[in-house]
Each structure stands twice: as C-alpha cells, then as structure tokens.
C-alpha cells in the first residue's frame, strides 16, 4: 500500500503565478483534506473534498480552490501567489467521511514563493 | 473547534516513559480527543484517539481524566525515534475529518 503520495515533494514559484499541487489518496479512502502548515507551526485546514465535491473550507481566500476526480485523487490550487504563501502543504486521505477515525498525511509539498 | 494547551517542549531520556499532558477544559460530550505526531520533516501520523475510557495501542497509550479535561499521553519506553511534535485535537464525533492542529509539544529524546 503505497499511502497517500503529494508531488512535487519540492516547488518554487514567483509572485503572482499559479501553482497545482496533486494527491492519491490511501487505497480504499475517498476524502481528501488539504492543510497548509507555516514553518513553526500547526497544520491549518484548508478544504475537504468528497464525492468530487468541497465539503468543509477553512478561513482561506478563494485564491485557494481545489478539485477531486473521480479515482479520488486531488489538486490543490492557488492563484495570484503571495510571498505568504510559502509553506509545506499536506495533503490527508480518510475512508467515509463522519467516521471518527484516522487520517492519513502525506510527506507534503514544500512551496517556496520568491 | 475546542481547544487544547499543551506545554511547549518537553524532554525525555531513551528507554524512559513519556508523559506528554494535555488540557480542554471546554470539551464537548461529544468530543474525541485524538492525537497525532509529527517527525521531522514528514506528514503528521496519527497516534491514538479516545472518547472517555483509557486506550491503548501498540504506539501509545491515552490516559483521560474522569472529567475529561484533561489527557496524557503516555509513551512507554522513549526511542530517539519518538522525537517529534506531539499534537492533542478535540474532534467532534459528527467532524467530517477537520483537525484543528495547535502548536502542540516538541518532545526532544536524549540518548
């Protein structure tokens, strides 16, 4: 089981630019969870998807949208790049969502916005 | 979300047990506490999740007060493996996966 797998595992993007980020899911886990994790701190949540549709959004702007296709697999996207926007992005697959059971992270994206 | 204190950093011996404390003195009934951690340059890891009673698994073990408003979790013998993150998170049982991630507590392993 190869577990939840980002790529790029590393990026850097100049201000202003767009930028994709991509996900796979555990096998057999339909939910994806995107966070976005400054250096020193927590993981913050960003969206959820499921059933190819977002379900939870957390207090980002819309520059950050995403999507689900149906292997449940997703991309994260952010337009209009903010210096701020530098950080590692994970990415956490889970089976059914309401279970109150584990998620599972991948190793995430470092990006960097010069 | 409810929210949790944990202290900062904390540090432990190799072979030693860990006690890693955390408090939610707002918790809800229907609020599970979980934690995960966090290794140096990786993606969090889940650890253990409890609602009321004491659990335990082959990672660690959750030792929740009687009021529930505070937890510990325990690490029985510390490797320099265990070095990491630890964070505490309150989800409610209806959550559909949010984790509401703190600072949560570096935990340093001293050989």
């Known amino acids: 089981d190869a577990g939840v797998t980002q790529s790029p595992t590393h990026l850097i993007k100049t201000r202003g630019q767009q930028v994709t980020l991509r996900c796979s899911p555990k096998?057999?886990?339909?939910?994806v969870s995107w966070y976005q994790q400054a250096l020193g701190q927590g993981p913050q949540f960003i969206f959820q998807y499921y059933e190819e549709e977002e379900r939870q959004r957390g207090n980002f702007p819309d520059r950050f949208s995403g999507h689900q296709f149906p292997n449940y697999s997703s991309e994260l996207n952010v337009n209009a790049l903010l210096l701020g926007d530098s950080a590692l992005y994970l990415c956490?697959?889970?089976?059914?969502?309401?279970?109150?059971?584990?998620?599972?992270f991948g190793q995430g994206t470092r990006l960097t916005v010069v | 979300d409810a929210k949790t204190t944990q202290p900062n950093s904390m540090e432990s011996n190799e072979e030693e047990p860990v006690h890693l404390p955390c408090n939610h003195s707002t918790i809800s009934g229907t609020d599970y506490i979980h934690w995960y951690r966090q290794l140096p340059s990786q993606g969090p890891e889940y650890v253990i999740h409890?609602?009321?009673s004491n659990v335990n698994n082959r990672m660690a073990s959750l030792a929740i007060a009687e009021d529930r408003k505070s937890s510990t979790l325990i690490l029985h013998r510390a490797t320099l493996r265990d070095a990491a993150v630890y964070y505490c998170?309150?989800?409610?049982?209806?959550?559909?996966?949010?984790?509401?991630f703190g600072k949560g507590t570096l935990l340093t392993v001293n050989p």
């Open positions: 096998s057999g886990h339909d939910t």
């Open positions: 956490a697959s889970s089976p059914l969502p309401g279970k109150n059971t584990e998620a599972f």
């Open positions: 409890g609602l009321t």
């Open positions: 998170i309150l989800r409610d049982a209806g959550s559909n996966y949010k984790l509401t």
